[in-house]
Nanobody, 117 residues
Framework: VQLQAFGGGLVRPGGSLRLACAAS????????MGWYRQAPGREREMVAL???????NYEDSVKGRFTVSRDNAKNTVYLQMNSLKPEDTAVYYC????????????WGQGTQVTVSS
């Protein structure tokens, strides 16, 4: 199983970015897909998660600004980030909890998001 992330880049404060992550390989069921992030000198933190049944969970600081969505047919998760702030600057990692013959956590390669004027 592989997770390939797309998007990221440099944006001004108040701007928007969209991240996408596609899962491929021997996949039975993707139970959860979403995003974590890690800023320099900080621990990795959950940003947004989307379950197979449609439930979502957000880190408090991104509520109302970020939206996680999922295309189950394409095994793809998206993160629409609006009203970006400098404190959103981090490496964003795609995450998935996937059942193959066992249930495992998978991570994408990380994509840099920089919010700066």
């Amino acid at each position: 199983v592989q997770l390939q992330a797309f998007g990221g880049g440099l944006v001004r404060p108040g701007g928007s970015l969209r991240l996408a992550c596609a899962a491929s390989g021997n996949i039975d069921v993707i139970n959860v897909m979403g995003w974590y992030r890690q800023a320099p000198g900080r621990e990795r933190e959950m940003v947004a998660l989307h379950t197979r049944t449609g439930s979502t969970n957000y880190e408090d600081s991104v509520k109302g600004r970020f939206t996680v969505s999922r295309d189950n047919a394409k095994n793809t998760v998206y993160l629409q980030m609006n009203s970006l702030k400098p404190e959103d600057t981090a490496v964003y990692y795609c995450y998935a909890l996937i059942a193959t013959n066992v249930l495992n956590n998978y991570w994408g390669q990380g994509t840099q998001v920089t919010v700066s004027s």
